[in-house]
């Protein structure tokens, strides 16, 4: 008979692979391969997102390994920007092509003109002669096609081309307006050739399993992967959830017990934890989903307790004074208060290490 995993189970085996259940002692690079890369819509969230994962993880780290080319942060997944291993973004970024090919739909009407074939040449040249950002790259494009909406060019350029941000010397890596360069001059390897669709979801399974092919579909933004699930069934662990549906994973993967201890843990602002599933109740409720994944498609900052997402977190300087800002969905026990108020304070000497004085204040929702 097939294992049934409770709502429970599947939160624990989830947190277990995002590095959540024990900060783990590994190296940034390899901590951002295990978790499936890290959402980097902003500059700071991946450094949020490796201290709340990593015992020990110091900024300078992550510096070092974009600054050594181990880490790129680039259009990948959903075609938003992510921060992915070097060798990930080389052996996958073929692979999500066609999820970053589709989102050009957002486009609609501006797209009239556009010709991604003739496009694509002109921006290589122009990123080949050196690193731009990309109020400086649209205008030169539209020299090129004055027929075609300069926004229109520019996403296009950002989502078909492959390309990387060149990271600075600014506190979290790069400046609003980063520069990008062509990801064949930046990383070391090519990029392959060949889609590896298999790899691709073990990789998924690894970072978020069990799981669905639609949620698998949600976070890589690639459709119909169900045929490529059933193919790779006889090297899967197949369950099912409360619900009746079925499960896939890698066999070795962990399965914690339901009943394993979670610590509070204070998640950045688009971390993937909150993004990676079609169903995301495995760590986030339903009820709360709108108060994190905002109308204007932001997802804000969270904290988990007992392993679920039970409020929202913001990080105010006031001089030499730093206050995190704790916003509960509901009533917190004096236990869980105090283990956030130890954590949020933690995290405070993190963000702001030159302030003089570090408080945590919770406020009603």
Request: one cysteine or more; glycine letters at 8%.
């Amino acid at each position: 008979m097939t294992e049934t995993l409770t709502l429970r189970a599947l939160n624990r085996a989830t947190l277990a692979r995002q590095l959540l259940l024990a900060r783990a002692d590994v190296s940034p690079v390899e901590a951002i391969e295990r978790v499936g890369g890290l959402q980097a819509q902003e500059a700071r969230p991946p450094f949020v997102g490796l201290w709340t994962r990593v015992a020990g993880f110091e900024r300078q780290q992550l510096h070092d390994a974009l600054h050594g080319h181990a880490a790129v942060r680039a259009t990948f997944l959903r075609a938003t920007l992510h921060v992915t291993s070097a060798p990930d973004f080389a052996a996958f970024r073929t692979t999500v092509q066609p999820g970053l090919t589709k989102a050009m739909g957002v486009l609609g009407a501006r797209a009239e003109g556009l010709e991604v074939d003739a496009l694509l040449p002109v921006a290589r040249a122009l990123l080949a002669d050196e690193p731009r950002t990309f109020n400086e790259l649209r205008p030169l494009l539209q020299e090129a096609f004055p027929a075609v909406n300069e926004r229109a060019l520019g996403y296009a350029v950002r989502t078909q081309l492959p390309l990387v941000m060149v990271p600075t010397g600014d506190s979290w890596g790069y400046p609003a307006a980063a520069r990008f360069t062509l990801a064949e001059t930046w990383l070391a390897e090519p990029l392959a050739g060949e889609p590896a669709l298999d790899a691709l979801i073990c990789r998924y399974l690894a970072a978020f399993g069990p799981a669905t092919a639609a949620d698998m579909q949600t976070w890589s933004g690639l459709q119909g992967l169900k045929g490529t699930f059933e193919s790779l069934r006889p090297r899967l662990h197949v369950s099912h959830d409360e619900r009746g549906r079925e499960l896939f994973d890698l066999p070795d993967a962990p399965r914690p017990d339901a009943d394993t201890p979670a610590p509070a843990r204070f998640l950045p602002e688009f971390d993937n934890l909150v993004l990676a599933h079609a169903d995301r109740t495995r760590v986030l409720a339903d009820e709360h989903r709108g108060a994190v994944v905002t109308r204007n498609l932001r997802v804000r900052a969270t904290f988990l307790w007992d392993g679920f997402v039970a409020g929202a977190w913001t990080a105010e300087r006031k001089g030499r004074d730093t206050t995190l800002l704790v916003t509960p969905f509901g009533r917190l026990q004096k236990r869980a208060r105090d283990e956030l108020a130890g954590e949020g304070e933690a995290l405070l000497q993190f963000l702001e290490p030159e302030a003089a004085r570090f408080a945590v204040r919770f406020t009603p929702g």
